[in-house]
């Protein structure tokens, strides 16, 4: 997957990154740090650390909540949009080949034991 990733022009992702990544829907005006916390099955502060990491990569942005002065929302910026469509192809791709390979409830065991690893990391 981190070889995808470097050949869409995001080699400077680590493993850990995507926990964000794969929640921040990049068609959506941004999402809270808890929300993506509780849709990733992490820590809220995993998820700000990674947030920052990104920010400073110039991959997401973090702007005010319109709907709550107090909150800010996490969100793509145009070169995150770029590279984000052009690594789900391929982690799409990557994904569907593994689950063919070893089956859907492996693959969830997979994914669950893939995030603690990246949260160890962060």
Known sequence: MMR???RAGLEMLRPSHLTVLRVLDPGTEGA???DMARDADVSRQA???IVIDLESLGI???VPDS???RARLVRY???GRRGYKRCMREFGRIEADLEAEIGARAMRGLKR???R???TES
């Open 4 to 6: 995808a990733a470097s």
């Open 67 to 69: 709907s709550d002065g």
């Open 32 to 34: 809270r740090a808890g």
């Open 60 to 62: 997401v942005e973090s």
């Open 113 to 115: 034991t893939l995030l």
């Open 77 to 79: 910026t145009a070169f």
């Open 117 to 119: 690893i990246a949260e």
């Open 47 to 49: 998820i700000q650390q």
